[in-house]
């Protein structure tokens, strides 16, 4: 299986490829459109701010790539929020995948929001042997609010999109690679789809 986690300068990749290698494969970092496509799963992080991270993506072309994948896309965090329509974050306009907004948070919670939160409403494979209120680790200030593609919830003074689906495209706003045996489990169902 060929896994291609996208190289854009907006990721921590490191991280994802080792949590890969644990579950007994490879992964390839690359920013080459005919690797990106030739990928039988494509993983899109992404950390940082969204202007700039989309700033990247198009410099680099990869804006106009990943819309048209056909294999399994999985965004995580950042990557997630760019595959919205906008976000509030540096009035970007993300890459219209999933069709709704990333909204910051209001003044009635700390943000960013980081650490442990709880899941539910999992309704995707992605969440195969993942149990209702699992904890998952999220570093974010942004979030994207309840929609039709949404697959998981959590509630940080509001209750918002936790992960995405739409077709073969994935997002989680948490990171599976920092979310002990739970993110590792959801990575493997991930690569299983």
């Known amino acids: 299986m060929k896994i291609v986690i996208i190289d854009y300068g907006a990721?921590?990749?490191?991280?994802?490829?080792?949590?890969?290698?644990?579950?007994?494969?490879?992964?390839?970092?690359?920013?080459?459109?005919?690797?990106?496509?030739?990928?039988?799963?494509?993983?899109?992080?992404?950390?940082?701010?969204?202007?700039?991270?989309?700033?990247?993506?198009?410099?680099?072309?990869?804006?106009?790539?990943?819309?048209?994948?056909?294999?399994?896309?999985?965004?995580?965090?950042?990557?997630?929020?760019l595959m919205c329509t906008k976000s509030e974050e540096g009035d970007t306009t993300g890459l219209g995948i999933f069709?709704?907004?990333?909204?910051?948070?209001?003044?009635?919670?700390?943000?960013?929001?980081?650490?442990?939160?709880?899941?539910?409403?999992?309704?995707s494979p992605l969440f195969n042997n993942i149990k209702e209120l699992e904890y998952v680790y999220l570093v974010h200030s942004y979030f994207v609010a309840e929609c039709d593609e949404t697959i998981a919830i959590s509630d940080y003074g509001v209750k918002y999109s936790t992960a995405l689906k739409k077709d073969n495209f994935y997002g989680v706003q948490f990171h599976p690679e920092k979310s002990s045996d739970a993110g590792e489990q959801i990575l493997k169902n991930f690569l299983e789809l």
């Open 99 to 123: 069709d709704a907004p990333v909204i910051k948070f209001n003044n009635s919670v700390k943000v960013p929001q980081i650490g442990w939160n709880q899941i539910s409403q999992l309704n």
């Open 11 to 81: 990721g921590n990749i490191q991280s994802i490829k080792f949590a890969i290698q644990r579950l007994g494969f490879e992964a390839i970092l690359s920013n080459n459109e005919t690797e990106i496509k030739t990928a039988d799963k494509v993983i899109f992080p992404g950390v940082g701010e969204a202007s700039s991270a989309m700033r990247m993506l198009r410099q680099s072309k990869l804006d106009l790539v990943i819309p048209t994948l056909k294999k399994p896309v999985l965004g995580i965090c950042l990557g997630m929020q």
